[in-house]
């Protein structure tokens, strides 16, 4: 077996093994989430949204809702407004991160992995097309990666493809799990002012 598909099979049984666990886990947790939700709002829980997924197949994401049922059905980037539309506790929900546990159960079916380049929407032109031209979308979309532990959605749409780039070209299992034990401090630092990421990260490509 050659490293890549030794890589693979590795990656996909991590990915399985560690997102039914992690869906146990969480179970007490989400009821606590979802019956907070449902005393401020009649909304329902979870959000599904389509997004692109590997070799640009669409694929329906799961999240736990953070804003109001009648959002504009774009990136949050591209929202003028987006406080007005945020639901009690969702945007903390949005910025821990914890909107995205349900992508565990995306995760297992094997439309996502626990690190990969983030699945966009459909809205975003210039980041889908810089990715094309990368060949980002031969990745599996993650729950993490490694433009996520370098600013998630406060970097420019380049430099987003080009960490996403540097881990396509480096994709190793190691690699993979220094990506996941830093997304948690990463989280953290998504509460504090960010100033010239694009200077401060383009030093930053190395982990």
Do not use: W
């Not at 929900?93 to 995205?100: A, N, Q, W, Y």
């Not at 996403?164 to 799990?177: A, E, W």
């Not at 220094?178 to 997304?183: A, D, G, P, S, Y």
């Amino acid at each position: 077996m050659n490293n890549s598909l030794l890589y693979k099979f590795v990656k996909r049984a991590f990915d399985i093994i560690f997102s039914l666990i992690g869906i146990i886990i969480f179970l007490l947790p989400f009821t606590a989430i979802f019956t907070c939700i449902r005393l401020f709002s009649k909304e329902s829980f979870l959000h599904k949204a389509m997004r692109i997924g590997r070799k640009e197949t669409p694929f329906l994401m799961f999240k736990i809702r953070t804003m109001r049922s009648n959002t504009p059905l774009v990136s949050i980037e591209s929202m003028d407004s987006p406080e007005n539309f945020y639901l009690r506790l969702g945007k903390f929900l949005r910025k821990s991160g914890i909107d995205e546990i349900p992508q565990l159960y995306n995760i297992l079916k094997g439309d996502m992995s626990f690190v990969g380049p983030r699945p966009t929407l459909f809205d975003p032109v210039e980041l889908i097309k810089l990715r094309k031209e990368e060949n980002i979308y031969s990745l599996r979309p993650g729950l993490t990666g490694y433009a996520q532990i370098n600013g998630r959605s406060n970097i420019s749409n380049q430099l987003k493809v080009r960490l996403d780039k540097h881990y396509l070209d480096n994709v190793s299992f190691s690699m993979d799990m220094k990506i996941l034990f830093k997304t948690f401090p990463s989280i953290f630092l998504e509460f504090k002012p960010v100033k010239d990421h694009d200077k401060i990260l383009s030093a930053k490509e190395t982990l």
